[in-house]
């Protein structure tokens, strides 16, 4: 089922832990998702994990 079809996912601090699950859910449900996280390695790993076209961004939210 594609559920989230046609809706955009952005979730900060998507690159581990539930970020990264809700991410991988949120994307076999049709979204297109974008994760934010502080660590380029850890990031770029979870938008190979995550599939189906994500992007990582990134940056910290605690800074601005």
């Known amino acids: 089922m594609e559920k989230l ?3 955009v996912a952005v979730i900060t601090g998507g690159n581990s832990g ?13 979204a297109k998702v ?3 996280g502080r660590n380029e390695v850890t990031l770029k790993k979870a938008v190979s994990e995550i599939g189906h076209d994500a992007i990582g961004v990134k940056g910290d939210v605690l800074n601005l």
């Open 18 to 30: 539930m970020g990264l699950a809700t991410a991988k859910f949120f994307a076999t449900e049709g």
């Open 34 to 36: 974008a994760i934010t």
């Open 5 to 7: 079809k046609n809706k």
